[in-house]
C-alpha cells in the first residue's frame, strides 16, 4: 500500500518562528498573576500550527524558540533568588526539552496522515496523538533530571476555569491531554474542511463537552474540622537577616489571637519555626507551650538532623509528646535544597553553589498524619506539584490536605500564584480541602470546589479560622491517574514509533517497485 503525500507546512518557517513566539508569550498569560486561562488554547494553537509540515531541524528550531518565549517568562521569578544564572540554566533545560518533544509532535503531524490520510483519521486519530505526545513531553520534562520540573502543565493553568474538575477524573495530565486534542481538533477541522463542512467540527465539538459539561467527580462529606492556620510573616527568607529565635516569634506572635478559638490542629507554614525541635530545648518547649495553650496538637515544619541526614520535615507536635509523627520531603529541590553532582556544578559555578550549604535528603515516609482520627494528607512546598505525593496522601486515607510552603525567597513575583494555583487544583482533583499555607503568603484555606474560604494577602502577619470540609472517597484521577500517565505517555512513544516503521516499510516497498510518489523522501525538506 502506498503512502499518502507528507504535509506541507501550514507557515513558512519565518512564521512559524514568529507564531512560535508569540505563542510562548501567550501561554504564559493563561497562569497567575495574569491568569486568562482561555490563552492557554492558544498558545498550544499557535504551537501546532507552527509545527505541521516542518523538517526536524525546523521543528527543534520552532520549538525552541516556542519553549524559551515560555519559560523564560514564566520562571523569571528564579531571578530574586539567585539571579540570571539559574534561570537562563533551568529554562534553557525546559527549553530543549521543548525543542526535542517538538520533534515528536511533528512527526506525529507528518507519519500519521500518511498512513491514514482519511477525513475521520485526521479529525479523531490525529489530533488524540498530537494529545498523546504532548502529555507524554509534560511528563517526561516533570520526571528528569532528577526530580524533573512539572512546572509548566497546561492543565495546571485551568485552577480557576469551569474546566478544573475535569482533573477530579483523569489528574492533571489527563486534563492536559484533553485540552490538547480539542485544540488539535479545531485545527484539524479547519484544515480539512475549512468553513465549508460544519461536520468537520463534530470531534472538536465532543472534546470540548467533555471539557465543559462532566461536572466534578463528588466526594463523600465526612464533617469539619476546624483550623487555625498562622502567616507569621518573619524573616524566613534564605538571605533575610534575623535575630534567634525571630522567625519563631513571629509565628508565636501571629498565633496569639486565635489560641481560645476552640481548634482541632493549629497549623504554621515550612520553615516556620527557624531551629530543629529535636534538638533545640528551647524550640521544644516553645512548641509545647503553644500546643497547650491552643489545646491542640500543632503541624509545623523545620530542618531536622537525624544521624547525618538533614530532612525538611512536617512535623506532628502535642504538648504531651513533642514529635508524634514525621514526614519528610519527598523531593528536595535540586539547585535549592541539594546539589546533585555537586562536583560538577562546582567547577561551573562555584560562588553559586557555595551558597547552597545544606544538603536536605529525600524523604521515604508517608505523607500522611493521623490527626486525632482525621487523616491529613501532606505536601511540602515544591512537592505540591508532584503527582505521586498527592495521590499518596489520599490513597493512605487523607480527608483533608496541609500544604506547607515557604516562599519568602519570591515575595513581590509570580511564584507563590502559580503554586496557589497547583494547590487549588490539587482540591479539586482529589475532591479534599486544602489548607496552603506560606511564611509570608499568599495563603488560603480552600475547599473542595477550589473555592476559597479563608485568605491572608502577602506580606502581612496573620491568622485564618475555618470549619473545614472533611471529605472521603477517591476521586477516579486519584485512582486511574498513574494508569493514565502510562498509557499517555509510553502508550504515545509505542504509537509514534509503530508509525514511523510503518512509514519506513512502506517507503522502501515503493521504491523497490520503482513507484514514484508526490511527497519528497524523508528528511528532504531540511529548508522548512
Not at 47 to 73: C, H, P, Q
Not at 329 to 336: A, E, I, L, R, T
Amino acid at each position: 500500500m502506498s503512502l499518502a503525500p507528507a504535509p506541507r507546512p501550514v507557515l513558512p518557517l519565518w512564521a512559524a518562528v514568529l507564531a512560535s513566539l508569540v505563542g510562548g508569550a501567550v501561554l504564559d498569560a493563561a497562569y497567575p498573576d495574569i491568569g486568562w486561562w482561555p490563552l492557554a488554547f492558544v498558545g498550544v494553537g499557535f504551537a501546532l500550527v507552527s509545527l505541521i509540515g516542518r523538517s526536524v531541524g525546523g521543528a527543534l528550531l520552532v520549538g525552541f524558540v516556542f519553549g524559551a518565549s515560555f519559560y523564560l517568562i514564566h520562571i523569571v521569578w528564579i531571578t530574586r533568588y539567585l539571579g540570571v544564572i539559574p534561570w537562563f540554566a533551568l529554562a534553557g533545560i525546559e527549553t530543549l526539552f521543548m525543542a526535542l518533544g517538538s520533534v515528536l509532535l511533528t512527526l506525529a503531524y507528518r507519519w500519521f496522515p500518511r498512513i491514514w490520510p482519511s477525513r475521520w483519521a485526521r479529525l479523531i486519530g490525529l489530533p488524540m496523538l498530537i494529545g498523546g505526545v504532548w502529555t507524554m513531553r509534560e511528563q517526561f520534562m516533570g520526571s528528569w533530571p532528577y526530580t524533573g520540573f512539572p512546572w509548566g502543565r497546561i492543565g495546571m493553568s485551568q485552577s480557576e476555569s469551569p474546566l478544573a474538575h475535569v482533573a477530579s477524573w483523569v489528574g492533571v495530565s489527563g486534563l492536559t491531554f484533553f485540552m490538547v486534542v480539542f485544540t488539535a481538533a479545531v485545527i484539524e477541522a479547519v484544515r480539512v474542511g475549512g468553513f465549508r463542512d460544519v461536520r468537520t467540527a463534530l470531534p472538536a465539538a465532543v472534546a470540548a463537552a467533555l471539557l465543559l459539561v462532566v461536572p466534578a467527580f463528588p466526594t463523600a462529606a465526612a464533617g469539619t474540622w476546624r483550623v487555625g492556620a498562622v502567616q507569621g510573616n518573619g524573616p524566613s527568607a534564605y538571605f533575610d537577616q534575623r535575630e534567634p529565635y525571630e522567625v519563631l516569634n513571629a509565628q508565636l506572635e501571629a498565633s496569639e489571637p486565635i489560641l481560645d478559638d476552640d481548634l482541632d490542629v493549629l497549623v504554621w507554614p515550612e520553615g516556620g519555626i527557624g531551629y530543629d525541635p529535636l534538638q533545640d530545648p528551647a524550640t521544644a518547649a516553645a512548641l509545647d507551650g503553644l500546643s497547650a495553650r491552643a489545646d491542640a496538637p500543632l503541624i509545623v515544619n523545620a530542618a531536622t538532623e537525624r544521624g547525618d541526614d538533614v530532612f525538611n520535615t512536617s512535623i506532628l507536635w502535642t504538648a504531651q509528646n513533642g514529635a508524634e509523627q514525621l514526614h519528610d520531603k519527598v523531593n528536595p529541590v535540586p539547585m535549592g535544597e541539594y546539589v546533585p553532582d555537586r562536583w560538577f556544578f562546582e567547577a561551573i559555578v562555584p560562588d553559586l553553589i557555595s551558597l547552597i550549604q545544606r544538603e536536605y535528603t529525600p524523604g521515604s515516609n508517608a505523607p500522611f498524619f493521623d490527626v486525632d482520627g482525621v487523616g491529613v494528607g501532606l505536601a511540602i512546598c515544591f512537592d505540591v506539584i508532584y503527582d505521586d505525593v498527592i495521590w499518596t496522601g489520599a490513597r493512605d486515607g487523607a480527608e483533608v490536605y496541609v500544604l506547607q510552603t515557604n516562599n519568602a525567597d519570591f515575595r513581590d513575583t509570580d511564584e507563590n500564584l502559580q503554586q496557589l494555583a497547583f494547590a487549588r487544583m490539587r482540591a479539586i482533583e482529589t475532591g479534599r480541602s486544602v489548607v496552603n499555607l506560606s511564611t509570608v503568603g499568599t495563603s488560603q484555606i480552600i475547599d473542595p470546589s477550589g473555592a476559597t474560604v479563608e485568605a491572608l494577602p502577602t506580606d502581612v502577619a496573620g491568622a485564618m479560622v475555618a470549619d473545614v470540609p472533611l471529605r472521603t472517597g477517591l476521586t477516579p484521577a486519584v485512582v486511574i491517574g498513574p494508569a493514565v500517565q502510562v498509557v499517555l505517555g509510553w502508550g504515545s512513544l509505542a504509537v509514534l514509533i509503530g508509525l514511523g516503521a510503518v512509514v519506513r516499510v512502506r517507503s522502501r516497498g515503493t521504491s523497490t517497485v520503482g513507484t514514484t510518489t508526490a511527497s519528497a523522501p524523508e528528511g528532504a525538506d531540511a529548508g522548512r
